[in-house]
């Protein structure tokens, strides 16, 4: 926890991957700990969804660590995932700020990638400018 707090995810995250190897039903922080580090030190971007992902599991009701998982799908680029987890966040705390936020900037980024038909067809019918 000292390299944690310390926020040395290099030397945290073998503790963490013994704590939670060693006894899978720890508790729910140690996953989150666990992805967190595999997150920040560029290790297996699959074991830090799986430990985070176990995180939510053992506590389903922990706004955080859905709200760090949809980050961290959003992160590998599953943003298909990110988005249904701030959703299953707005179902349980409909004011909360930071996933309807997150839901904006998702649905930002996707009209600016999926220009609308409209959009195509005004520089062809008027000319680039």
Known sequence: ?????????????????????????????????????????????SRAVEAMERACAMDAYNVEFKFQLGELYETVGITSKAKKVYEDIIKWEPDNSRAKLKLQDMKNVDAMANPSFLAKLLPSVFGKK
């Open 1 to 45: 926890m000292e390299f944690w707090k310390a926020s040395d995810h290099k030397k945290a995250l073998p503790f963490f991957e013994t704590a939670v190897k060693n006894d899978p039903e720890s508790e729910a922080h140690y996953h989150v700990k666990l992805a967190i580090c595999l997150m920040k030190t560029k290790g297996s971007f």
